[in-house]
C-alpha cells in the first residue's frame, strides 16, 4: 500500500511535501495513535526524522488537530439532515451573523458556503426527527435574516471517510 501510495502521489505531491510525508499523513489518518516507532519501520526511516516530519507537518498546518471517530449512533445522534439555507439579505454582515450563530450550535456538524439556489449547506446530525423539528423550529429558523430552509434526511451512509491519502 505504501509504495502504491507513494507511485500514486508523485504527480499530485503538494508543494513542500515529499513521499514520505505522504506516507506518514495516510498512516497518521488511519491510526492518529500509531507510534512513531511504528510509523518509522513502515516508512523505512528512523524515529529522529519521522518525528521531525511529524513536527513540521503540524506546524505548517497541514496536520490540523488528532481526533477520535465516534459512532454517532451509539452517542444518540441518529438522524442526519442536510439543510440548504438561503439569507433573505446577501450582505458581508449579514452572512457573518449567520455563520456566528451557526458556529454556537453543537447539532450542526459540518456547513460549507455553496453557490446556486441557496447559500449555504449543513449537516446536522440530531437524535431523532422531534430532535430535529426541535432544532429547525427553536433554533435554525430563529436566526436573524433566514430566508428558506430545504431540509433533506439521509437514509443510509454509504461512504463516509475523513482520509484525503
Not at 7 to 34: C, F, M, S, V, Y
Not at 63 to 89: F, P
Not at 94 to 116: D, L, R
Not at 131 to 143: E, G, P, R, T
Amino acid at each position: 500500500m505504501a509504495k502504491a501510495l507513494q507511485t500514486e502521489q508523485t504527480a499530485t505531491t503538494p508543494p513542500g511535501l515529499d513521499a514520505k510525508d505522504l506516507q506518514i499523513l495516510h498512516l497518521l489518518q488511519q491510526n492518529a495513535r500509531i507510534t512513531v516507532k511504528e510509523i518509522a519501520d513502515k516508512v523505512h526511516l528512523s524515529t529522529t526524522p519521522v518525528h521531525e516530519r511529524i513536527r513540521r507537518l503540524e506546524a505548517n498546518g497541514v496536520i490540523k488537530q488528532y481526533v477520535a471517530l465516534l459512532d454517532h449512533t451509539k452517542l444518540n445522534r441518529g438522524l442526519i439532515a442536510i439543510c440548504y439555507v438561503s439569507l433573505k439579505e446577501h450582505s458581508k454582515a449579514a452572512g457573518t451573523k449567520f455563520v456566528k450563530a451557526i458556529q454556537q450550535m453543537p447539532e450542526v456538524m459540518e456547513c460549507y458556503t455553496i453557490s446556486g439556489e441557496f447559500d449555504f449547506m449543513l449537516k446536522v446530525m440530531t437524535a431523532d426527527m422531534n430532535a430535529y423539528h426541535d432544532f429547525h423550529v427553536n433554533k435554525l429558523s430563529s436566526i436573524d435574516n433566514m430566508g428558506h430552509v430545504q431540509s433533506i434526511f439521509v437514509m443510509g451512509v454509504i461512504k463516509q471517510t475523513h482520509q484525503l491519502l
